[in-house]
């Protein structure tokens, strides 16, 4: 699995970066990831009673949908704010600043353990995956969501296709893994296997980002989004103008019946649980 070649320098720019932006992220990547919450609970068996984890909680949606199903949840993140934002967001939890990559919980503590587009913000995720696979208890199940990969017909091949097309990809930020390693089934299954979990199952969640106008979909990258934004500020004025117009002539592609354009983001969710210990 890829890792950052500068992991103090990625952590910081992510870490700080969803401090500033996690307001922006509810009003707008909120509705879109909302769309992935029942297949990820339902991929990790959650129900009532069971313990369990919410890695990268971020506004705490995951969380908050765990306890409505009436299970004993923990939540975590590595930035205040977005800590004080769930906080706010969902009461009963109890959450806290931490790191995904070095949890801060014993062995097999937990039944259930979720992170919803989270290891795509981490400099080592095989790390961070071989963390949730430890505080899993035998028979646990973890599940992870990512984005899949961009292509032609969704809105992530719109937004990069521009900038490769009509900006530049390399800006100067501090290097990351690639942020869809795990965005092909196969590649999902291989590092779901290689943290150790067994009964793999990787799955297509199909979802669609309602905006009211085709432009607004960049705009919600500007506002809910931390390396895509910096990617965008980056480039020059008049780039930044023509990727603006290409990707909104590409999402105008996409417009209901009611006028608003319904664009393609499709995630993918990965689960697998834990084996019970080997007898002697």
Same mark, same amino acid.
């Given at each position: 699995?890829?890792?950052s070649?500068?992991?103090?320098?990625f952590?910081?720019?992510?870490?700080?970066?969803?401090?500033?932006?996690?307001?922006?992220?509810?009003?707008?990547?909120?509705?879109?990831?909302?769309?992935?919450?029942?297949?990820?609970?339902?991929?990790?068996? +959650? %129900?009532?009673?069971?313990?369990? =984890?919410?890695?990268?909680?971020?506004? /705490?949606?995951?969380? @908050? !949908?765990?306890?409505?199903?009436?299970?004993?949840?923990?939540?975590? *993140?590595?930035?205040?704010?977005?800590?004080?934002? !769930?906080?706010?967001?969902?009461?009963?939890?109890?959450?806290?600043?931490? *790191?995904?990559?070095?949890?801060?919980?014993? @062995?097999?503590?937990?039944?259930?353990?979720?992170? /919803?587009?989270?290891l795509?913000?981490?400099?080592?995720p095989?790390?961070? =995956?071989?963390?949730?696979?430890?505080? =899993?208890?035998?028979?646990?199940?973890?599940? +992870? %969501?990512?984005?899949?990969? #961009? $292509?032609?017909?969704?809105?992530?091949? =719109?937004?990069?296709?521009?900038v490769?097309?009509?900006g530049?990809? *390399?800006?100067?930020?501090?290097?990351? #893994?690639?942020?869809?390693?795990?965005?092909? #089934?196969a590649?999902?299954?291989a !590092?779901?296997?290689?943290? $150790?979990? +067994?009964?793999?199952?990787v799955?297509?969640?199909?979802?669609a980002?309602?905006?009211?106008?085709?432009? *607004?979909?960049?705009?919600?990258m500007?506002?809910?989004?931390?390396r895509?934004?910096?990617?965008?500020?980056?480039? @020059?004025?008049?780039?930044?103008?023509?990727?603006? @117009?290409?990707?909104?002539? $590409?999402?105008?592609?996409f417009? $209901?019946?009611?006028?608003?354009?319904?664009?393609?983001m499709?995630?993918?969710? /990965?689960? /697998?649980?834990?084996?019970?210990?080997?007898?002697?």
């Amino acid at each position: 699995m890829e890792r950052s070649q500068e992991p103090e320098a990625f952590t910081t720019f992510e870490r700080r970066g969803w401090g500033r932006q996690i307001d922006g992220y509810q009003r707008t990547f909120a509705r879109l990831t909302a769309q992935t919450v029942p297949a990820m609970l339902d991929a990790a068996r +959650v %129900s009532r009673g069971c313990r369990v =984890l919410d890695v990268c909680t971020g506004h /705490g949606v995951l969380a @908050d !949908a765990a306890l409505a199903r009436k299970a004993v949840v923990s939540g975590l *993140d590595f930035a205040e704010e977005v800590v004080a934002t !769930a906080t706010r967001n969902v009461p009963g939890v109890a959450f806290r600043r931490g *790191d995904a990559q070095a949890l801060p919980y014993p @062995d097999a503590s937990f039944e259930a353990v979720l992170c /919803g587009y989270g290891l795509i913000h981490l400099s080592d995720p095989g790390a961070a =995956l071989a963390e949730m696979t430890r505080v =899993l208890a035998p028979g646990g199940r973890l599940a +992870v %969501s990512v984005w899949e990969r #961009p $292509g032609p017909d969704n809105g992530f091949g =719109l937004l990069y296709g521009a900038v490769r097309e009509h900006g530049r990809l *390399d800006v100067g930020l501090p290097h990351g #893994p690639d942020f869809f390693q795990f965005s092909e #089934p196969a590649r999902m299954r291989a !590092a779901l296997s290689a943290a $150790g979990l +067994v009964d793999v199952e990787v799955a297509s969640v199909s979802q669609a980002w309602r905006f009211e106008a085709p432009g *607004d979909f960049v705009e919600a990258m500007l506002t809910g989004a931390v390396r895509a934004k910096a990617l965008l500020e980056a480039q @020059d004025p008049r780039a930044l103008a023509t990727i603006r @117009d290409v990707v909104a002539r $590409g999402a105008a592609r996409f417009a $209901g019946a009611d006028g608003a354009c319904y664009l393609p983001m499709p995630g993918l969710v /990965g689960s /697998g649980a834990k084996p019970a210990p080997r007898r002697p």
